[in-house]
Nanobody, 129 residues
Framework: QVQLVESGGGLVQGGGSLRLSCAASGRTFSNYHMGWFRQAPGKEREFVAAISRSGAYTYYADSVKGRFTLSRDNAKSTVYLQMNSLKPEDTAVYYC??????????????????????WGQGTQVTVSS
């Protein structure tokens, strides 16, 4: 049974930092690409960042580029989202997700929710102004 468990969310002041973690179990972690999406109240879920299964490729939404860094530790079956210079507009529930797509397909579709197979329950990030 695949499980994705996010942690690290919380309340932080604008300009601060948080590191989200997502621990995966139930499948061979290194075989899967990983992504983060977020959903703010009243808004649709949106792409934040993604990383290929080897870690060779990373992708970011324009809104977080230069502030967020995504990495993975395949030995620990964990992916990390380091979030710096946080803004109130980053407030949302952040979801970790896993994709079994081929690398060729993934490189063209990492930003689509339909590219992912499993989702975590989410972790709340609140940034105060």
């Amino acid at each position: 049974q695949v499980q994705l468990v996010e942690s690290g969310g919380g309340l932080v002041q604008g300009g601060g930092s948080l590191r989200l973690s997502c621990a995966a179990s139930g499948r061979t972690f290194s075989n899967y690409h990983m992504g983060w999406f977020r959903q703010a109240p009243g808004k649709e879920r949106e792409f934040v960042a993604a990383i290929s299964r080897s870690g060779a490729y990373t992708y970011y939404a324009d809104s977080v580029k230069g502030r967020f860094t995504l990495s993975r530790d395949n030995a620990k079956s964990t992916v990390y989202l380091q979030m710096n210079s946080l803004k109130p507009e980053d407030t949302a529930v952040y979801y970790c997700t896993e994709s079994s797509a081929s690398i060729r397909l993934y490189r063209d579709s990492y930003y689509r929710m339909a590219s992912y197979d499993y989702w975590g329950q989410g972790t709340q990030v609140t940034v105060s102004s």
